[in-house]
C-alpha cells in the first residue's frame, strides 16, 4: 500500500493562517515527516482541557445530516438537552486550527479516504461526511452500502474522491467480521491474517484505523467504577464532565497507549498515532446512553430500569466525534503538532 498515509486512532480560537489551496499543478502533502530538532516546536494537541463554546459549536445540527445512523441520534430519539454538543477541545499550550471543509475537500480531489474498524470508527467516519457533505449539491454525492454493509462508499462527484468505511473491528479475520450480526460473546481473532481485509484497503491514499474492541475483549467493563457516582451506575443521566486532568479511566488503558506509541515509532512507514482515548473519557455526558434506536424490544424489567440499558460505548453525533476529526484535520495539515 504504497503512498498510503495511515493515523490511528483509541472561548474562540485564535485562528492560524490559512493554509492555501493546492493549484491545479501541485499536490498538498498529506503527512511531513518531522525533521531533527521540530519535535520541540510542536504543541501537544492531546493535553488539554474541554471548553464549552456556545458560539461555534455544535458544526452542524442532528437533523441537517442524513447521513447520522439511528444508533447515534440521541435528539431524535429524545435526550432532552443539548449541551453535550457544546464543548470544544483547548490543548493547553496551542490552539487547534478550525475545520475547514473546503481545503479538506480539495485535498481529497482525486483521491480516497477510508475509516477501517468497529462501529466507533464508523462513528468518526459519519461525523466527517457530516462536516463535509453541505459543500457538495445534492446531485453531486452519493452514498452506497455493498458486501452487506462491509463497505460504505460517499461520493463527492466533482472532486473525484471517496471517503469510505470498511468494517473490520478487529483489522484482522475474526468471527465478528459480519458488519451486521457480530454481537459474539467469544470472539476469536486468526493470527497473521490481516491479507482478509488488507488486500480491501490497496490503493486507499489516507486510512483511519480505530478497533475500540481491543480495549475491551477479554475484560469486563465497569463504565462508573471510577466516575465518583452510585456503585452499579454507568453513563445513565450523566451530563456533566469529569474534569480531573489525570482521568484514564483505567490505569491498564495509559499502559496500553505508551506501548503503541514505542513501537509505531519504529515504523519506517509515516503512521500518526491520534491519542484520543484519554480526552474522550473526560466526556462521560456525550454517550448516547438510553437515546438510540434499540436493537430489541425492551422488557418491563429494563423500562423500570434505565441504565440497565444504556449505551456508554457510543457517541450521539453531532459530538465528541467531530472532535476526532479536527484533531486529525490538524494533523493532516499541521503535522508539526505532535
Given at each position: 500500500?504504497?503512498?498510503?498515509?495511515?493515523?490511528f486512532?483509541?472561548?474562540?480560537?485564535?485562528?492560524?493562517?490559512?493554509?492555501?489551496?493546492?493549484?491545479?499543478?501541485?499536490?498538498?502533502?498529506?503527512?511531513?515527516?518531522?525533521g531533527?530538532?521540530?519535535?520541540?516546536?510542536?504543541?501537544?494537541?492531546?493535553?488539554?482541557?474541554?471548553v464549552?463554546?456556545e458560539?461555534?459549536?455544535?458544526?452542524?445540527?442532528?437533523?441537517?445530516?442524513?447521513?447520522?445512523?439511528?444508533?447515534?441520534t440521541?435528539?431524535?430519539?429524545?435526550?432532552?438537552?443539548?449541551?453535550y454538543?457544546?464543548?470544544?477541545?483547548?490543548?493547553?499550550?496551542?490552539?487547534?486550527?478550525?475545520?475547514?471543509?473546503?481545503?479538506?475537500?480539495?485535498?481529497?480531489?482525486?483521491?480516497?479516504?477510508?475509516?477501517?474498524?468497529?462501529?466507533?470508527?464508523?462513528?468518526?467516519?459519519?461525523?466527517?461526511?457530516?462536516?463535509?457533505?453541505?459543500?457538495?449539491?445534492?446531485h453531486?454525492?452519493s452514498?452506497?452500502?455493498?458486501?452487506?454493509?462491509?463497505?460504505?462508499i460517499?461520493?463527492?462527484?466533482?472532486?473525484?474522491?471517496?471517503?469510505?468505511?470498511?468494517?473490520?473491528?478487529?483489522?484482522?479475520?475474526?468471527?465478528?467480521?459480519?458488519?451486521?450480526?457480530?454481537?459474539?460473546?467469544?470472539?476469536?481473532?486468526?493470527?497473521?491474517?490481516?491479507?482478509?481485509?488488507?488486500?480491501?484497503?490497496?490503493?486507499?491514499?489516507?486510512?483511519?484505523?480505530?478497533?475500540?474492541?481491543?480495549?475491551?475483549?477479554?475484560?469486563?467493563?465497569?463504565?462508573?467504577?471510577?466516575?465518583?457516582?452510585?456503585?452499579?451506575?454507568?453513563?445513565?443521566?450523566?451530563?456533566?464532565?469529569?474534569?480531573?486532568?489525570?482521568?484514564?479511566?483505567?490505569?491498564s488503558?495509559?499502559?496500553?497507549?505508551?506501548v503503541?506509541?514505542?513501537?509505531?515509532?519504529k515504523?519506517?512507514?509515516?503512521?500518526?498515532?491520534?491519542?484520543?482515548?484519554?480526552?474522550?473519557?473526560y466526556?462521560?455526558?456525550?454517550?448516547?446512553?438510553?437515546?438510540?434506536?434499540?436493537?430489541?424490544?425492551?422488557?418491563p424489567?429494563?423500562?423500570?430500569?434505565?441504565?440497565?440499558y444504556?449505551?456508554?460505548?457510543h457517541?450521539?453525533?453531532?459530538?465528541?466525534?467531530?472532535?476526532?476529526?479536527?484533531?486529525?484535520?490538524?494533523?493532516?495539515?499541521?503535522?508539526?503538532?505532535?
Amino acid at each position: 500500500m504504497e503512498n498510503t498515509w495511515s493515523a490511528f486512532l483509541g472561548g474562540l480560537t485564535l485562528n492560524p493562517p490559512e493554509l492555501p489551496l493546492p493549484l491545479p499543478h501541485q499536490k498538498l502533502a498529506f503527512a511531513v515527516a518531522k525533521g531533527e530538532g521540530e519535535g520541540e516546536e510542536g504543541c501537544d494537541i492531546f493535553r488539554g482541557r474541554w471548553v464549552k463554546d456556545e458560539l461555534t459549536r455544535p458544526h452542524y445540527e442532528e437533523s441537517e445530516c442524513p447521513y447520522i445512523q439511528p444508533q447515534l441520534t440521541c435528539q431524535e430519539h429524545g435526550r432532552p438537552d443539548t449541551e453535550y454538543q457544546k464543548w470544544r477541545w483547548q490543548p493547553h499550550a496551542c490552539h487547534l486550527p478550525s475545520f475547514n471543509a473546503t481545503l479538506m475537500l480539495e485535498s481529497l480531489r482525486g483521491k480516497r479516504m477510508m475509516f477501517v474498524g468497529d462501529s466507533l470508527n464508523r462513528g468518526q467516519y459519519v461525523s466527517m461526511i457530516c462536516l463535509l457533505h453541505r459543500l457538495i449539491p445534492p446531485h453531486k454525492k452519493s452514498m452506497q452500502s455493498f458486501n452487506n454493509d462491509a463497505l460504505t462508499i460517499f461520493r463527492a462527484k466533482d472532486y473525484n474522491a471517496s471517503i469510505e468505511f470498511y468494517w473490520a473491528p478487529f483489522l484482522l479475520e475474526s468471527n465478528s467480521d459480519n458488519a451486521v450480526v457480530h454481537r459474539i460473546s467469544d470472539r476469536i481473532v486468526r493470527k497473521g491474517s490481516i491479507n482478509k481485509h488488507g488486500k480491501h484497503w490497496k490503493g486507499v491514499d489516507i486510512l483511519v484505523f480505530n478497533t475500540y474492541l481491543w480495549w475491551v475483549t477479554g475484560q469486563d467493563m465497569n463504565i462508573l467504577g471510577d466516575w465518583g457516582g452510585e456503585p452499579g451506575g454507568n453513563c445513565y443521566n450523566q451530563t456533566t464532565l469529569i474534569e480531573d486532568p489525570n482521568y484514564w479511566g483505567t490505569d491498564s488503558r495509559k499502559s496500553i497507549m505508551k506501548v503503541i506509541g514505542e513501537e509505531f515509532g519504529k515504523s519506517d512507514f509515516p503512521i500518526t498515532f491520534l491519542n484520543i482515548t484519554q480526552l474522550s473519557s473526560y466526556r462521560k455526558d456525550a454517550h448516547t446512553s438510553i437515546y438510540k434506536k434499540q436493537w430489541n424490544p425492551l422488557t418491563p424489567e429494563q423500562l423500570a430500569n434505565p441504565a440497565s440499558y444504556a449505551d456508554c460505548t457510543h457517541w450521539c453525533l453531532p459530538g465528541l466525534q467531530d472532535t476526532w476529526n479536527e484533531l486529525l484535520f490538524a494533523k493532516l495539515f499541521y503535522p508539526n503538532s505532535t
